[in-house]
């Protein structure tokens, strides 16, 4: 019972720094997403294809979530697009804290989309906000087509899903409507986009929505 | 600092119940192993297959850890092989308490080889000794061929890694043997078993393997 209410007291902390990251990026006009995964799902690569096809577009910053070592901030500094690197030290998930030292670091006043890229896991994140105006959770079609039902609780606090890795379903025995219908069946209110990042199929339309929901400076 | 502290007495709760869990197996001369992954690397595969190549030779009982859905318990008892299903509602990871009252209801004295699968993250359930003999992390070729390096706790804690999936391999960028050099740069330890669950390529020598650690019943 005692470990419940610790549990429950850095929920509760962690809420309020959110909500106070959420003022200070609002303040700047910038729209935010967090997005999470399992490991190896596609987060960084779904980065990197957004860069490359909203670059001239789209104002952007990235925050990058790891457990470990800084490869995805390399792989978003090649870019040349402004980004910061939080290693969690063993921690499964990222905490407002964290993002709120982050995001002070990067030049906000010039951000029109902020990337927070969180470790990857599919179930630790959840409960976390992050003070970001989406949650994206990314899935790919090696999964499994039945993840949805069985990680309820990251598919039921997104707002969208990105299927990821569509090129390799002709090799799989998994369905991909499939698993669009098991992610319906937990959250109805998500928005589905399909791509990949090896054959850029779908990028363009997860690029326009998120173009769709930024304010220009 | 007060949650450092409650985790640690979690911790050392955990591992003092692990003691008893490892010594009732031994006491019935029962080889068990703890299978990590991320969701959908291939674990309820991994449990299919080796049955299906072993269910003649050595006598078996599974323990399927979830977060939520009985579908992994599900495709382990059609099989006809004793299982229990443990859903953790929320839960990351399975601790040595939810196996205790698991392994319980198993008939352990016919039982050669135990077979615990746990919830799927790569992150939080390297912590949490369930008294197994061995852990076995099992990392797919579609989830690329950095994440050793990015989660290098479960393979340091691992004594087994199953590299899943092979058959993807000509269709992906990353690469097996890069995959197979991080895992042993974080554990030169490892022992390193390739398969494919779809063509059964590299099973039979997995299941080899098992079969020399097993005691005749």
Redesign the interface.
């Known amino acids: 019972m005692?470990?419940l209410t610790?549990e429950r007291k850095?929920l509760e902390k962690n809420d309020s720094i959110a909500a106070v990251n959420r003022e200070l990026l609002k303040s700047h006009h910038i729209f935010s997403i967090n997005l999470v995964s399992?490991?190896?799902?596609g987060k960084t690569s779904i980065v990197e294809k957004t860069i490359e096809f909203c670059r001239d577009r789209i104002k952007m910053a990235v925050v990058e979530g790891?457990?470990?070592?800084d490869?995805d901030a390399k792989r978003v500094d090649v870019l040349g697009i402004p980004v910061v690197q939080i290693v969690t030290h063993?921690a499964?998930h990222l905490e407002a804290a964290l993002v709120s030292e982050s995001i002070k670091q990067l030049p906000l006043s010039s951000v029109e989309l902020m990337i927070i890229e969180n470790?990857?896991?599919?179930?630790?994140p959840s409960g976390y906000d992050l003070g970001e105006d989406k949650k994206v959770v990314i899935v790919?079609t090696?999964?499994?087509d039945?993840?949805p039902?069985?990680?309820?609780?990251m598919f039921r606090n997104a707002s969208v899903v990105i299927i990821n890795?569509i090129?390799?379903a002709p090799?799989?025995?998994s369905s991909i409507a499939e698993l669009e219908k098991n992610a319906l069946s937990i959250n109805p209110d998500l928005k589905v986009f399909k791509t990949s990042c090896?054959t850029g199929e779908g990028i363009e339309y997860w690029c326009k929505w998120l173009e769709s929901n930024i304010t220009r400076k």
């Open positions: 005692s470990v610790v850095v399992s490991p190896g799902s790891d457990i470990q070592t490869l063993g499964c470790v990857g896991n599919l179930v630790c790919s090696t999964e499994g039945d993840k039902l069985k990680y309820p609780a890795k090129d390799l090799y799989l025995n090896t």
